[in-house]
């Protein structure tokens, strides 16, 4: 009986107006939000329409219009080139290839990189169809034969398709004159990189 009301709770409602529907059809299909959150996602919306649902619809949509990748190094930002790339600060002789943007927001977080980063856009995965040329491979290849660079941490999840990627991009590198070095040695097993404390990712890193 549990299992049926939970199910009829989770499902659509009946005489909601197809607005509503749609709104809640696509708040779940943000990750971390069921049907169920994403209905009273919909609701807390539907309330507070001048607080929180049109300055939510603006931020939306300014989003959409001004966030761009980096095309240098993939990075989420409304420059071109991002704000680290273009940062004097920061160190061009390392760069740091991730999966995703999250994993820049966790090692930024963490403030234990001084170096460029290179967003590749995923990993490679036969399972989910992700090819070589559908990551930002060739980018990262190009950038690492600038003579500035001399070093490339490849800090990528060690799950089965993230240490299949890091072997795929060191062999790859290898052709340029730089020292490939795999983050992913003593990271947790199926650990996502972005869930990481802080502390074991200072220590991955340093080691
Ligand atoms: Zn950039």
């Known amino acids: 009986l549990q299992d049926a009301v939970l199910r009829l709770r989770a499902s659509r409602l009946p005489s909601v107006s197809p ?5 809640i059809d696509l708040l779940a299909k943000v990750p971390g939000l069921g049907r169920r959150s994403a209905q009273r996602a919909a609701l807390a919306l539907l ?12 931020a939306l949509n300014e989003a959409a219009e001004k966030v761009k990748a980096c095309s240098t190094c993939g990075a989420l930002d409304t420059l071109d080139p991002c704000a680290i790339c273009a940062s004097t600060t920061r160190d061009p ?7 995703d943007m999250g994993d820049v927001w966790a090692l930024e977080r963490a403030s234990v990189f001084r170096g460029k980063y290179h967003v590749l856009g995923g990993v490679l995965s036969a399972l989910d169809g992700v090819r070589p040329e559908d990551l930002r491979v060739g980018k990262l290849v190009e950038r690492a034969a600038h003579p500035e660079v001399r070093e490339i941490i490849i800090a990528l999840n060690a799950t089965v398709d993230g240490q299949t990627t890091a072997h795929y991009l060191t062999e790859r590198l290898q052709v340029s004159d730089v020292s490939v070095v795999r983050l992913a040695h003593g990271l947790p097993v199926s650990g996502e990189l972005e869930l990481l404390v802080d502390g074991t990712l200072l220590a991955a890193l340093s080691s």
């Open 93 to 99: 002789k390392i760069i740091c290839v991730v999966a």
């Open 47 to 58: 309330k507070k329409r001048d607080g929180l649902m049109l300055p939510l619809a603006q």
């Open 19 to 23: 607005e509503i529907e749609r709104l």
